[in-house]
């Protein structure tokens, strides 16, 4: 079945580059997302990457993709304490109707 | 656009008692989700619309848990009766056509159950 794999929890300091790691299992996922969920807030999509690519990046957001080992990764470069939210790893298959699988998401705290 | 709106915001009742949640996608999108989210089971999806038709339910919980979607610019989620454990924040989502089609989430609705 589906799985998509989070750390819970990621500590860093104003400035600094913020890795969130996470793994999937199903090897058919075509398409990965980074969601991210601010207090009270719902879900906002951050980016994605389509499974032919191992690299994308937007402003201070880089996704690296590594699709033999199942390894999705997001840094965020120069780390702002507005950053502070939880991030969801999301991976879906390209089969008809499947729907987001979503990890349990990493909670990234910036202190100043 | 409004993007996806949910009400209530909040909802506080009593064991027992039904509760509604209520969904508004955005304008033209084809695909309407629920997702619940706990602490402990994180965010997990109970039914997805396509055209206003119930593609998939199997995450819906059991029999007291149902959703209806009687038009393309509402669905409800309907727990009768309600229990304790059926505390957490709903979310509605809705995305374009496909399913792999950027989501794009309500603010969702925190129910308590006492």
């Known amino acids: 079945g589906e799985d998509v794999e989070q750390s819970l929890f990621l500590s860093v300091r104003e400035g600094d580059s913020s890795v969130i790691n996470c793994t999937y299992t199903d090897s058919s996922s075509t398409y990965l997302y980074w969601y991210k969920q601010e207090p009270g807030a719902g879900l906002q999509l951050l980016t994605y990457?389509?499974?032919?690519?191992d690299m994308k990046q937007d402003q201070r957001l880089t996704v690296l993709l590594n699709k033999k080992d199942k390894h999705l990764s997001l840094r965020i470069a120069d780390t702002q304490t507005g950053d502070s939210a939880i991030y969801f790893c999301?991976?879906?298959?390209?089969?008809?109707?499947?729907?987001?699988?979503f990890g349990k998401g990493t909670m990234l705290l910036v202190s100043p | 656009d409004a993007g996806v709106i949910q009400s209530p915001r909040h909802e506080v009742t009593e064991m027992g008692q039904e509760v509604t949640l209520r969904c508004k996608p955005i304008s033209g999108h084809n695909s309407l989700f629920w997702y619940r989210q706990t602490m402990m089971r994180g965010l997990e999806l109970l039914i997805y619309?396509?055209?206003?038709?119930?593609?998939?339910d199997s995450g819906m919980p059991e029999d007291r848990f149902s959703a209806k979607m009687p038009n393309a610019s509402f669905s409800t989620l309907k727990i009768q009766p309600s229990e304790p454990r059926d505390s957490a924040v709903y979310f509605c989502a809705s995305s374009p056509d496909r399913v792999m089609d950027t989501q794009y989430f309500g603010p969702g609705t925190r129910l308590t159950v006492l």
């Open positions: 999301a991976e879906i298959a390209n089969s008809g109707y499947s729907t987001l699988t």
């Open positions: 619309f396509n055209n206003n038709v119930p593609i998939d």
């Open positions: 990457i389509f499974s032919n690519m």
